[in-house]
């Protein structure tokens, strides 16, 4: 008897869910290079058009300062890096918590928002 084919196997695209801008190339790259088509959803793909004071890392990557649109440029490197993969990415503009204060509430209604565009895809 023989076993049946994997999706992945027959070349299908993939859909990933992802966190943040850049964390499904960066962790899936590989995969979904192998599918062309694939679909990439970012939950928290939003932030203000500038902040007053950079969290320490971004500080320390001396490619911002205070004030800078940090996200912008973030979601300009995602694009570019879903066109290297073949992906179509799908932004659900979810403020990031370096932005924001996190809250249970908050966090509860990005993870709905996020089953919710799973269930309608």
């Known amino acids: ?3 049946p084919s994997s999706p ?3 070349g299908a695209s993939v859909d990933v869910f ?8 960066l962790s899936c790259g590989q995969l979904l ?3 062309p088509g ?5 939950v928290f793909s939003s932030g203000p058009m500038g902040m ?6 971004d500080k320390m990557s001396g490619s911002f300062k205070d004030g800078d649109n940090v996200m912008s440029l973030r979601q300009f490197e995602d694009d570019e890096a879903m ?7 799908h932004r659900l503009g979810c403020n990031e918590g370096l932005s ?7 966090a509860v209604r990005s993870s709905r928002l996020a089953l919710t565009w799973l269930l309608a895809w």
């Open 1 to 3: 008897m023989s076993q």
């Open 8 to 10: 992945l196997a027959s």
């Open 18 to 25: 992802s966190l943040h801008t850049d964390d499904a190339v």
């Open 33 to 35: 290079s192998a599918h």
């Open 38 to 42: 694939s679909h990439v959803v970012t």
């Open 52 to 57: 007053r004071r950079l969290p320490p890392w």
């Open 83 to 89: 066109a290297l993969v073949g992906a179509t990415g």
């Open 100 to 106: 924001i204060r996190v809250t249970r509430t908050y």
